[in-house]
């Protein structure tokens, strides 16, 4: 995901180094190059407070004996299952995949452990924080660990939430100046603060874990009124949850996690705590409503629904990919490109991948050929223009979009009216307006290998962010994952990508049983196509 402080100052260099060249007057020329001195000796002075890390020497550990809890004795394994494997249910079902997280946490004994990128303040924000206070009441450690990026004006919140004698809550490589110094801050600290943490792990007593792309907000669990994403998790329990487990205490105990008690003046008191408390009842009662759906509460609907989950997983050898913390000083690829760099020679038959923004370097687009030209069938899914939430990729993505086409990849973008919506659009009439937007990361090698996960196919996945993946080695959830992205790639769900006699992009779906074809970007109106065609322009594809 792009950090959007960081696309202004790339846009502001450029304008400058634009204007500077100008033939103009030589008194303006010095005037911009003055103001930019200026700026840059302000964002230095306001931005040079000391980056904050986390010194504590003494570990931390998620719980280390998960078959003592109920959950860890509920998802025992079978007796069919091999020693070593681990139980994995796919949760392409944006209102299954909420369930699951409450369900799980409302079930919580010992430990809840919660590492997100991003954690919305909407309904479906705070009835998990809500219920993870709960569990807290009840005598759970809860543990959460959020990326500081997209936080802005939350710190009061965040401690007192840390206040609970049950919570601990840190901010992973936070920015040092907090309020209006923010972004000061972040410009003079670029090099450190560009690396970002984008993991994503919902962690119950160290015995069941969901990972995969969703944040945790309402457009995640298809009830935002505007744009809600086909997204993918997977629960898994076994071995994968424990191994999810040290990828979290690896970052729970990193230099750059740094305790919210640390980074501000702020100090709770009881009363801020009391109306904090307060105030998410308040909310709870007020929005349950918004939710167009059931929500297990009461004991026995936790264990149906939970039930129903144990019934559907397949178990299989699984394991857990984590990059390292500190990106910022190693550098390097991602542990999920070397990976799938590792895969690429033995691929035979079909290759599928989703990737919510796709910017792929020319080393991919060849690696892609070269599995087309061994005979690999190569599926590639994207967003197209309506449906991508960032202007800024979609605008760079188009300009690897015919290379990709011509290496004989089979190229989709999502409808932004997708029939996967409807499903969603008939049962909740707030939702009739909202868009689709495709938000998985996960790729799947001959039905065999499946990779889910937070990875995107861009240069901040790639270079800049620290990326988590589950990689399970089964057939059975490689036609389940296979067959998911399949049906979001048929017509009534995408657009094909193919060039024209010519040599143009077109877009090829259906409506209403007939075949259409598009010459121009999909349901895009002039401006938003012009748009994405500047910033195309704009060098800020590596942050990306």
Not at 326 to 342: D, M, T
Not at 354 to 360: E, G, I, N, R, V
Not at 400 to 414: A, C
Request: aromatic share 10%; glycine share 6%.
């Amino acid at each position: 995901m792009a950090v959007s402080v960081t696309l202004y100052a790339q846009r502001v260099f450029f304008v400058l180094n634009r204007i500077k060249n100008l033939s103009v007057p030589i008194s303006f020329r010095r005037l911009v190059v003055l103001g930019g001195a200026v700026c840059g000796v302000a964002v230095l002075l306001l931005g040079c407070k000391k980056v904050v890390t986390h010194t504590d020497e003494v570990e931390v550990t998620t719980w280390q004996h998960p078959e003592e809890t109920r959950l860890g004795h509920f998802f025992t394994p079978p007796e069919h299952a091999e020693e070593g494997e681990s139980g994995v249910y796919l949760i392409p079902d944006s209102r299954r995949a909420f369930r699951a997280r409450y369900s799980l946490a409302s079930e919580a004994e010992k430990t809840i452990d919660l590492q997100y990128y991003l954690w919305q303040e909407d309904t479906t924000g705070h009835l998990l924080l809500y219920r993870v206070l709960e569990e807290a009441d009840r005598g759970v450690k809860v543990r959460i660990l959020l990326d500081d990026i997209y936080h802005t004006g939350r710190d009061q919140l965040y401690a007192d939430v840390d206040a609970h004698p049950n919570v601990e809550v840190r901010l992973f490589n936070p920015i040092a100046n907090r309020g209006i110094l923010r972004n000061f801050g972040f410009i003079a600290n670029t090099r450190r603060y560009n690396h970002r943490m984008h993991n994503k792990i919902f962690l119950i007593d160290g015995a069941a874990a969901i990972l995969g792309g969703r944040n945790i907000g309402d457009e995640y669990f298809a009830i935002d009124p505007k744009l809600n994403f086909d997204d993918l998790d997977a629960l898994v329990v076994g071995p994968a949850a424990q191994e999810a487990g040290e990828a979290f205490d690896l970052f729970w105990n990193a230099e750059a996690s740094v305790p919210i008690s640390n980074l501000i003046k702020y100090r709770p008191t009881s009363d801020s705590v009391s109306a904090m408390r307060h105030r998410l009842r308040f909310e709870l009662d007020s929005v349950i409503d918004d939710v167009p759906y059931d929500i297990p509460v009461q004991a026995n609907k936790v264990w149906e629904e939970l039930e129903r989950v144990r019934n559907a997983m397949v178990w299989a050898e699984a394991e857990v990919i984590v990059d390292v913390p500190e990106r910022y000083v190693e550098k390097g690829e991602s542990k999920i490109y070397e990976f799938l760099a590792e895969v690429h020679p033995s691929v035979e038959d079909e290759f599928y991948l989703q990737s919510a923004y796709l910017l792929p370097e020319d080393d991919t687009i060849e690696a892609f050929g070269e599995l087309v030209d061994r005979g690999v069938e190569v599926s590639v899914m994207t967003n197209s223009l309506m449906s991508n939430n960032h202007l800024s990729v979609h605008g760079h993505y188009q300009r690897s979009r015919s290379k990709l086409v011509d290496q004989g990849v089979t190229l989709y973008e999502l409808r932004v009216d997708g029939a996967m919506m409807d499903y969603y659009r008939q049962r909740e009439t707030r939702l009739a307006g909202s868009n689709s937007g495709l938000h998985t990361k996960a790729f799947v090698i001959d039905r065999k290998i499946s990779v889910i996960g937070s990875y995107n196919m861009d240069p901040r996945s790639r270079v800049w962010n620290s990326e988590i993946a589950l990689v399970v080695y089964d057939p059975v959830i490689g036609a389940q994952l296979q067959a998911i992205m399949a049906e979001e790639m048929l017509p009534r769900n995408a657009y094909r990508i193919e060039k024209n006699g010519r040599g143009k992009i077109r877009w090829r779906t259906e409506a209403y049983g007939k075949e259409v074809v598009f010459t121009t970007e999909p349901e895009a109106p002039l401006s938003k196509r012009l748009m994405s065609e500047l910033i195309s322009w704009i060098p800020i594809r590596g942050q990306l």
